[in-house]
């Protein structure tokens, strides 16, 4: 069964990562999470130029057209993304702003949805959480770390100390 076009995504999303801060600002929620597209997913993005299903562009195989269009699609994610940022940037909240206050994972399952890969994945760590992480830096971690340690290291900071999580083998340094 097809999945039906998903006409309104591409104006959603600004609507949807608003009511995300609206919920974080309001202390509503502590936590939220947001899916653009979900793995095989169908969706179009006509509004930006790509009427292909996003899906099938992802397994371009090294054509050029689909390559491009695929990073259409990413830089419009990330933009939409970066705007989000922005804004958290700009709510006082308390001696700070929200994003100073927030711990925000942005990323994706597969580095490379050409060939499935889900390692060296390409994630954006945001915000202060309460000046307990460095920003501004691209860390790398060794071959084959799991993702979990990331997630276990990212627990601490809230006070949650799991021994362990999923796969996890260890604690992240440099945060």
């Given at each position: 069964?097809?999945?039906p ?5 591409v104006n959603?999303?600004p609507?949807?990562y ?12 502590r ?6 597209g979900?793995?095989?997913?169908n969706n179009?993005?006509?509004?930006i ?5 996003h ?7 090294g054509d ?5 269009k ?17 804004k958290l940037?700009?709510?006082?909240d308390?001696d ?8 925000i994972v942005?990323g994706s399952g ?9 390692h060296?994945?390409?994630l954006?760590?945001?915000?202060g959480a309460?000046?307990s992480?460095?920003m ?8 084959d770390?799991?993702l979990?340690?990331?997630y276990v290291?990212l627990?601490?900071r ?7 999580l999923?796969?996890?083998n260890?604690?992240?340094t440099?945060?």
């Open positions: 069964m097809q999945e076009e998903n006409k309104g995504l959603d999303i609507v949807l608003d009511l995300m801060a609206l919920a974080l600002q309001t202390d509503s929620t936590i939220a999470t947001f899916m653009i979900r793995e095989g997913s179009t993005y006509r509004q130029g790509v009427p292909d299903a899906h099938g562009i992802s397994h371009h195989r050029a057209e689909k390559v491009e695929l990073t259409k699609i990413n830089e419009h994610h990330l933009a939409q993304f970066a705007k989000w940022i922005e940037s700009k709510i006082q308390g700070g702003t929200l994003l100073d206050h927030s711990m942005y597969l580095s490379d949805g050409n060939r499935h890969h889900h060296d994945l390409p954006v760590i945001a915000g309460n000046k992480l460095s501004g830096r691209h860390v790398r971690y060794a071959k770390t799991p979990t340690n990331l290291s627990l601490d809230f006070g949650v100390k799991p021994e362990t999923g796969d996890s260890g604690r992240l440099d945060l």
